[in-house]
């Protein structure tokens, strides 16, 4: 396989393939017998999707912005997550959970384009704590909102199928900006993110 520098955010799928390939003949398979003929094209077409967050930020999906006047609370839980850990290229799934105070100055957002903003993050090479502060971070960015909390609950494959093999466990993390810091707000969020 030819080696070019990589080009960062471009998807090169016949490289994937390629890739793929090679990849099935180094952990000893056949990678033209029946079943795996197609593999390499399909996992080309797969990574696209999964991996699309790379060539996406949030500008592109907090586009629809309110300004309604409602400066409480606005949570959102139990947004699913599937992305994939960086360190062991499988995945890691389960919900995020995202609050926000708008701001006085702040504009508010369509709620599905919350879980949109998860999307662009998780669909990448990530570590869980990374994905928390990024949508934490654009949130602030694009809603001038007075606080933000961001919780995800995630069980992670690279620690369940293999390596420790702890089926179960989760991982959670959060990123709290402005108000929310203030510890009798972050109290009420919390308990509402984690109230089922
Ligand atoms: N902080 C953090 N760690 C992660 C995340 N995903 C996976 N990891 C950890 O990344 C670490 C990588 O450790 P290494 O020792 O380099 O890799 P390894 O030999 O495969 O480690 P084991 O998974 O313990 O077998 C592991 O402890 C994983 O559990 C994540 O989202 N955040
Ligand atoms: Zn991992």
Redo the contacts with the bound molecule.
């Keep these: 396989m030819a080696r070019t520098e990589p080009v960062i955010g471009a998807y090169d799928a016949p490289r994937v393939e390629a890739a793929i390939r090679e990849l099935l003949i180094a952990v000893g398979e056949d990678p033209d017998r029946e079943g795996l003929k197609d593999t390499p094209a399909r996992v080309a077409r797969s990574y696209a999707e999964t991996f699309a967050g790379l060539r996406q930020d949030a500008e592109d999906v907090l586009t629809t912005t309110f300004d309604l006047g409602h400066e409480e609370l606005v949570l959102v839980k139990d947004i699913e997550v599937y992305s994939t850990?960086?360190?062991?290229l499988v995945p890691?799934h389960g919900v995020a959970h995202i609050g926000y105070i708008p701001g006085p100055e702040g504009r508010i957002t369509g709620l599905s384009k919350l879980a949109r903003l998860v999307d662009v993050y998780a669909r990448r090479p990530?570590?869980?704590?990374?994905?928390t502060t990024q949508i934490a971070d654009a949130l602030v960015e694009f809603l001038a909102p007075a606080g933000v909390l961001v919780v995800i609950e995630?069980e992670?494959l690279?620690?369940s199928m293999?390596?420790?093999r702890k089926p179960g466990s989760r991982?959670v993390?959060s990123a709290v900006r402005g108000q929310m810091r203030e510890v009798a707000t972050r109290a009420e969020a919390m308990s509402l993110v984690l109230r089922h």
């Excluded at 850990?85 to 062991?88: A, F, G, I, M, P």
């Excluded at 990530?126 to 994905?131: A, D, T, Y």
């Design positions: 850990c960086e360190h062991h890691f990530q570590v869980q704590e990374r994905l995630c992670h690279c620690m293999r390596g420790v991982t993390t």
